[in-house]
């Protein structure tokens, strides 16, 4: 049985940093696309940063230079580091996995909040 963890959400002032962990079980975790997604308030989830099983990165516009995701498979965890945060990332995360792609994952955490202040 799958399960993904999100840990270290919480409240920060614009430009501030966070640091999100995701820990994995119950599956191969180095073979499963791995991605993090947001959902604000008042608007639809969107995806934030993919890492595929061949380590290919791929992020929003709206976060590049800004986010880096990473992973320690010895872990069995996805990291997202969130650098200069702004108001707008403000939201609850998710992290997310996928055998064959995370453009639509199947498996899901239960998100962790973040909120950037002004």
């Known amino acids: 049985q799958v399960q993904l963890v999100e840990s270290g959400g919480g409240s920060v002032q614009a430009g501030g940093s966070l640091r999100l962990s995701c820990t994995a079980s119950?599956?191969?975790?180095?073979?499963?696309?791995m991605a993090w997604f947001r959902q604000s308030p008042g608007k639809e989830r969107e995806g934030v940063a993919t890492?595929?099983?061949?380590?290919?990165?791929s992020y929003a516009d709206s976060v590049k230079g800004r986010f880096t995701i990473s992973q320690d498979n010895a872990k069995n965890t996805l990291y997202l580091q969130m650098n200069s945060l702004k108001p707008e990332d403000t939201g609850m995360y998710y992290c997310a996995a996928d055998r064959t792609g995370c453009v639509r994952p199947n498996y899901w955490g239960q998100g962790t909040q973040v909120t950037v202040s002004s």
């Open positions: 119950g599956y191969t975790y180095s073979t499963y696309c």
């Open positions: 890492l595929n099983s061949y380590g290919l990165r």
